[in-house]
């Protein structure tokens, strides 16, 4: 079952158009950047962005940080949007349905094959980002950089914390992705179920913005995306980045219990 | 599926939000343990705990809007923003503070000799010496060092508890300075402090008629370990622009140095006594004690003309014979400008009515 709906996932060409098309906006600003030399001032603009100009190495880092807080959750958001209302919609749910397996494993299958999509495009946006900031910009492999609190770090240091945030990068889109899926077994459409999740997450972050919100802050759940760029603070500050996992973990399991309780009980029409 | 079946499912689904939506205010609400400690040895405990080590992170909130962001724009955040600070302390002259925000960082390392500050933002790295008189920086703001200096003069008579809270995980006891003198504009300051160490976890200091605080600072999580001193060292990286440090004391001197101050400044004003402060100039009169101070400084006639107008465009500037008068929480300033004389500043946490005294007392007018 579950290799049937990742083989579903990665067989169609419109996963790797969306891919593509994640990739072609980190291109396009390192392509920029170096005809023009002129790279935003540290603190502005997205994080490490300024650094890559002296270290090309940075620039999955910088990749990652362009893409999160729009292109990737959209990415997200319609791919998790289709995984049952797609089905739904073609028609194809009550055949899905109709063979002898249950309600929760098709549920399961679909999750994992929406989390396959999300780890792929994390990964193929950090590659890419690292070929092309290899590229075009000067590589330091010996001595490698600066953290935020202004001491050197190894090139290992800097390897194992990149690492670390394109994992921390690819677990907050988990939140998108079980909101996506959990409106997805509520309606027929999938694209008003990413309409849904994206919906969700501009309210997050425009709430995020607001003095007013600050109570209920520490539970939207894009609050602690950004807290990629702790793990590169010297010592690493794991207050947020621990409280970034933990919420995302009570999105995924509050949303998939919730789709779960929907979708099993659910009478298929279509 | 039966109308049963989806029930209890959903009824999961509930149950399920509740216990999380309850979690954080069931740990909100853990009782604090209370110790029967006088105010005024929780007083003694807390000038007692600059030696004590520790490593947290604290946030402080500021209320305090001065029409200073573009003159001084680090002294208007800290006083106005949420500042969140990481803090390694392993002694008064050997401490490190971090102001953390979203996308950048600015260290304080402070060393027996003086202080580093990098900023990310601008990759750069400035040394200073230290300086008797400083603006404010973020290393005042964390809870334990404010803490320390809002208790340091207070009265027996001046403290009372106000039980215990929970701050950082830790039992705090709580201790209320309510200043005694007339002229105060702090209602009170409140102070939670660590039994076992005598360290401030959360100060709150409250302005006359204000309900809600001036300025709000505590630990989230604080760490009894001494912090590596690697950790608060610093050296500037190699790709770094060093800075040469703020000449506070040069300032200082030349300021003392003009001839500025044709008036004498009395032994008294507003009901508070002079005090001497250590590096001070002598045209720089200090008044009060604890947390009624009142500083008059006099101003050569181009600044007091850029702060007049700065003062006039804030709102709730008032303005009238006696100068320029602004209010931001318990900070009172005025700008008193007496005919065929120089300019004095006149700021301190006083109220407008000591304000107006003091205004009227160095001009010579009724006040």
Not at chain 2, 202 to 213: F, I, L
Request: hydrophobic share 50%.
């Amino acid at each position: 079952m579950i290799g049937v709906e990742l083989r579903k996932t990665f067989g169609r060409p419109r996963t790797w158009t969306t891919i593509a098309v994640l990739n072609a906006l980190p291109v396009l600003v390192a392509v920029l950047l170096r005809i023009t030399d002129l790279a935003p001032r540290p603190g502005e603009g997205p994080p490490f962005l300024s650094a890559v100009l002296t270290n090309g190495q940075l620039y999955p880092l910088a990749a990652l940080a362009i893409v999160l807080p729009l292109f990737l959750p959209i990415a997200v958001a319609v791919v998790s949007g289709d995984a049952v209302a797609g089905e739904a919609q073609a028609g194809t749910l009550r055949y899905l349905l109709a063979r002898p397996v249950g309600r929760t494993r098709l549920l399961v299958a679909k999750l994992v094959a929406v989390l396959a999509f999300v780890l792929v495009t994390v990964v193929v946006v950090a590659a890419v980002g690292y070929l092309v900031g290899t590229l075009l910009f000067d590589a330091q492999p010996a001595a490698a950089g600066t953290s935020v609190s202004g001491t050197s770090l190894t090139a290992e240091q800097l390897a194992g914390r990149t690492l670390l945030a394109i994992g921390y990068v690819a677990v907050s889109m988990l939140g998108v992705a079980a909101f996506g899926l959990f409106f997805s077994t509520l309606t027929d459409s999938p694209l008003a179920a990413a309409l849904g999740a994206l919906a969700v997450l501009v309210t997050s972050s425009l709430l995020f913005t607001l003095d007013a919100a600050s109570p209920i802050a520490p539970y939207l759940p894009t609050r602690y995306w950004l807290a990629f760029v702790d793990l590169f603070r010297d010592p690493v500050l794991w207050r947020d980045v621990v409280r970034g996992l933990a919420l995302q973990g009570v999105y995924v399991g509050v949303l998939l219990t919730a789709a779960w309780a929907n979708f099993t009980t659910k009478d298929i029409t279509s | 599926m039966s109308g049963h079946g989806r029930a209890r499912r959903w009824a999961v689904v509930t149950a399920l939000l509740a216990v999380l939506l309850a979690l954080p205010a069931v740990v909100g609400a853990l009782p604090a343990d209370d110790a029967d400690v006088p105010a005024a040895d929780l007083r003694d405990a807390v000038a007692a705990s600059a030696g004590v080590a520790f490593s947290g992170y604290a946030v402080s909130a500021g209320g305090l809007s001065l029409p200073v962001s573009d003159q001084l724009p680090g002294v208007a955040d800290l006083l106005s923003d949420r500042t969140a600070m990481r803090v390694w302390w392993r002694g008064p002259d050997e401490h490190r503070v971090d102001v953390v925000s979203a996308a950048g960082e600015t260290g304080v390392h402070t060393d027996a000799g003086g202080a580093w500050t990098w900023e990310f933002e601008s990759a750069t790295a400035r040394r200073d010496a230290l300086a008797a008189l400083a603006l404010p920086a973020p290393p005042d703001l964390v809870p334990a060092a404010l803490g320390r200096r809002l208790l340091s003069e207070a009265a027996d008579d001046e403290l009372s508890r106000i039980g215990a809270r929970r701050v950082a995980g830790r039992d705090a006891l709580g201790v209320r300075l309510v200043p005694a003198a007339p002229a105060a504009s702090v209602a009170r300051v409140d102070v939670w402090v660590d039994g076992g160490t005598g360290l401030p976890l959360a100060v709150e200091v409250v302005a006359d008629g204000a309900t809600v605080p001036a300025l709000d600072t505590r630990f989230l999580d604080l760490d009894l370990t001494t912090p590596p001193a690697g950790v608060v060292a610093f050296t500037p990286p190699a790709d770094a622009r060093v800075l040469p440090g703020e000449d506070t004391g040069g300032l200082l001197r030349e300021a003392a140095d003009r001839e500025l101050s044709p008036v004498r400044l009395p032994a008294e004003l507003a009901g508070l006594a002079r005090r001497e402060v250590d590096g001070a100039p002598a045209t720089v009169g200090l008044y009060g004690s604890g947390v009624t101070l009142l500083a008059v400084a006099p101003l050569p006639g181009r600044l007091a003309a850029g702060l007049r107008s700065t003062l006039a465009a804030a709102p709730g500037a008032v303005r009238d014979e006696l100068g320029t008068r602004i209010a931001a929480g318990p900070l009172g300033l005025v700008l008193v400008e007496p005919p065929r004389s120089g300019a004095y500043l006149l700021v301190g946490t006083v109220t407008p009515d000591a304000l107006a005294g003091a205004a009227a007392a160095l001009t010579g007018a009724p006040s």
